[in-house]
């Protein structure tokens, strides 16, 4: 598969996905390119919804955050990754395997609404920077995909130990993944790619291991 043409995804978390991640989503969504796709999350997400300062500043801006939910963060999402940006959520920050930079930028709960202009301006110019400057860098580094599959192998290995050798069972895990690059929503796919591994390893002819001469 074309790494420059597979799909790839920024995570962007904060305290409560109520302030700064939503809004760093958008303007992603606003200035990013098609084949990266922003989501953000945290673990505590805010029952009541974006806050109003915030949804007031993006709607001057023409983005209407009104309707979206604060999202909990997932294992999926923080495995599925491929960067990550946390928003100075300090010791509440989520564990995201793979590339994380954090952006220093204060909540805006309870703040004034020209306070939260500032800070919604700050993150759009974080936004464009990032589009401007780390988009091959996203587009191509496999931490992330490495962290999966060193996730499924154990699992494997332990279970097809006396069926395949190693590096059978680690090019079969390691395609199943990348079938997986252009999933649009990418929930469970840990547990799709382990059962698709898990199939193909029981096979006589694997599709996964044909290039090995299987």
């Given at each position: 598969m074309d790494t420059l043409a597979s799909m790839r995804y920024v995570l962007f978390?904060?305290?409560?996905?109520?302030?700064r991640s939503p809004m760093a989503e958008a303007f992603f969504q606003r200035h990013g390119p098609a084949d990266v796709r922003a989501e953000s999350a945290e673990?505590?997400?805010?029952?009541?919804?974006?806050?109003?300062?915030?949804?007031?500043?993006?709607?001057?801006v023409g983005i209407d955050l009104s309707a979206r939910r604060?999202?909990?963060?997932?294992?999926?999402?923080?495995?599925h990754a491929d960067w990550a940006v946390t928003l100075a959520c300090g010791a509440t920050c989520p564990f995201v395997p793979g590339v994380v930079e954090d952006w220093d930028i204060p909540d805006p709960a309870g703040l004034s609404l020209e306070e939260t202009r500032a800070i919604r301006d700050?993150?759009?110019?974080?936004v464009i920077d990032l589009v401007e400057h780390r988009l091959d860098l996203i587009r191509t580094d496999r931490t992330a995909h490495h962290l999966r599959l060193q996730a499924l192998l154990p699992e494997l290995i332990h279970e097809f130990a006396d069926l395949r050798s190693d590096e059978e069972i680690r090019t079969c895990a390691d395609a199943v993944l990348a079938g997986f690059t252009d999933a649009p929503i990418r929930s469970h796919v840990m547990t799709l790619a382990r059962r698709r591994t898990r199939d193909c390893l029981r096979s006589e002819?694997?599709?996964?291991?044909a290039p090995a001469g299987r």
């Open positions: 978390a904060c305290t409560h996905n109520a302030g673990q505590q997400p805010r029952r009541e919804g974006v806050w109003p300062n915030v949804v007031a500043a993006m709607q001057e604060p999202v909990r963060l997932t294992p999926e999402m923080q495995l700050g993150i759009e110019q974080r002819h694997c599709d996964a291991l």
